[in-house]
């Protein structure tokens, strides 16, 4: 192998790679299979280094109590045993799910429920209450970028239609009693104000900003990957059934809620918590605690009015304006 | 055990343990923090095993469980905002078939590295406890050994090719293909 890049390589492992480096070596990687075989080759060796010198130091540990283990011990086990060992603990969790134990491992299995139910559901329409709204020290300043926005339609009241992972219209009022919709189809990205022309983009994320959630990159509208990431940024509870209330109407009796708390480093709500059908794992309500909305930190929910099939044109703008609108694209 | 857990559980668990070490260090390849790359690992386990009824069985594992990797990093990165010490979606695609490969020709010589590991002591086994034990970078070990970066990590360079040549050696000595 050319020194040169096996050098670079030996970097990598080290993680003392320039950025210009680091694209040196991606480009190699791609350039030949060959070398991505060798740069395999490399990182199979430096992986099973971690590995075996983890796992020694933890036999060599003494022996105590798991609940004592310092964490970052803790966390230093066999990648080979911690993960076969995860593999058994689901299996387990799966023969037991029917044992009503609030863990961490029945909260999973709950989760795939979950999961598979969102992916079976059609159309849905979703209302968004907003429970708080606080602005942090750093963007009280009149002067800050956030601040100097023009203020958007307020989402309290919200209604959010969602189709799929990418397609939805989002309907708010304007303080005039105004409709200002916002939407996507999946190819493109629009927004229909109260007045002016309609605008539209190939981007996306052009007229999803409004969308809580966007700033992590994880809009509300997007349930499949905001489900999926609960599963690797956050810890979950199921939490303990409550006895149902009939005498207050308790609409749901059946209902479970299952808490969800992000773990350090990672991107999205502090908290979020799901209220779902206990037969069917469907979602009634989503809380988001602590939640990026521009300059804002919010709470909110977003609570599951209908399930229905929109026509095919429902997610386009042209659904929600008049022909004599003016359509401009950015 | 034997009792509770099923046939196909048990074929899941199996294959696992077979694909791990490739799964894991093509993670390592792309989830540099050790601590986060052991939680993508377990993410992926709980993946495989949920998904193994989609499995078909007449495919190699390898690949389908790189895939549930690729998802899995995915998210990760997703979740932390991209690490721009990473490699793009090409390299990546590259990279789960070099893994793939490297596994079926290379994984059992791994299997000296415990023998070659117990080769070495005085300063090469310092660094390499100080660096995979504790994980350390070169510049850390250097103030904790009095060395320069550099040499540390030219030092590392020097025991990583060794210890690749050993398990060469010893594997072709059993005849391990």
Same mark, same amino acid.
Request: proline content about 6%; glycine content about 4%.
């Given at each position: ?66 609940? #004592? ?6 966390? #230093? ?35 795939? =429920? ?57 309907? =708010? ?113 989503? =809380? ?8 804002? #930190? ?33 | ?5 099923? %046939? ?164 072709? %000595?059993?005849?391990?293909?």
């Amino acid at each position: 192998m050319n020194p040169k890049y096996q050098k670079l390589i030996h970097g990598y492992l080290d993680n003392s790679l320039s950025t210009e480096q680091q694209s040196e070596l991606n480009q190699w990687i791609k350039a030949d299979p060959k070398h991505a075989r060798q740069f395999a080759s490399s990182m199979m060796l430096h992986d099973r280094l971690r590995s075996e010198l983890a796992t020694s130091q933890e036999e060599a540990a003494p022996v105590v109590a798991a609940s #004592r283990l310092p964490s970052r011990l803790w966390r #230093r086990r066999s990648f080979a045993l911690a993960s076969t060992a995860c593999v058994l603990l689901l299996a387990f969790s799966l023969l037991w799910q029917s044992v009503d134990t609030p863990s961490a491992s029945a909260a999973v299995v709950e989760l795939n =429920r979950i999961i598979e139910a969102n992916e079976h559901s059609t159309d849905r329409t979703f209302l968004i209450s907003v429970l708080e709204a606080v602005i942090p020290p750093k963007h009280r300043d009149p002067g800050s970028p956030e601040r100097r926005r023009p203020p958007k339609p307020s989402l309290d009241g919200a209604v959010l239609d969602v189709r799929g992972s990418n397609q939805f219209v989002l309907k =708010r009022m304007t303080p005039r009693g105004e409709l200002f919709i916002t939407g996507s189809n999946g190819e493109t990205s629009w927004a229909v104000r109260p007045d002016g022309p309609i605008r539209y983009s190939d981007d996306l994320t052009r007229f999803a900003r409004d969308l809580p959630g966007h700033e992590d990159r994880l809009p509300i509208n997007n349930l499949h990957d905001g489900l999926e990431a609960l599963r690797t940024a956050y810890d979950l509870e199921l939490l303990p059934q409550e006895a149902p209330d009939r005498a207050a109407g308790q609409e749901h009796p059946t209902d479970r809620r299952m808490l969800a708390v992000k773990k350090p480093g990672f991107l999205g709500a502090a908290r979020v918590e799901i209220q779902y059908a206990e037969s069917s794992g469907k979602i009634r309500e989503m =809380r988001f605690d602590d939640m990026a909305y521009g300059p804002q #930190r919010i709470a909110l929910t977003m609570t599951a009015t209908k399930e229905q099939t929109f026509p095919d044109d429902y997610f386009d703008h042209s659904s929600h304006h008049g022909q004599e609108r003016v359509v401009e694209y950015e | 055990m034997e009792n509770f857990v099923d %046939e196909t559980t048990r074929q899941a668990t199996r294959q696992w343990t077979l694909a791990q070490p490739a799964v894991s260090a093509f993670i390592s390849s792309v989830v540099r923090d050790f601590r986060d790359r052991d939680d993508v690992l377990q993410n992926v386990a709980v993946a495989v095993v949920e998904s193994f009824h989609a499995y078909d069985s007449n495919s190699p594992f390898i690949p389908w469980a790189l895939g549930i990797a690729r998802r899995q990093v995915g998210l990760y990165w997703r979740r932390r905002g991209r690490d721009p010490l990473v490699f793009d979606d090409d390299a990546v695609a590259c990279l789960a078939i070099a893994f793939h490969e490297e596994a079926q020709t290379r994984s059992a010589k791994f299997d000296f590295l415990q023998d070659c590991l117990g080769s070495f002591d005085g300063r090469a086994k310092k660094l390499l406890g100080l660096r995979y034990r504790d994980d350390m970078k070169p510049a850390a070990i250097a103030s904790e050994t009095g060395m320069t970066a550099n040499s540390v990590a030219k030092a590392l360079q020097r025991i990583r090719d060794q210890l690749r040549a050993c398990i060469e050696r010893k594997s072709l %000595e059993a005849s391990v293909p």
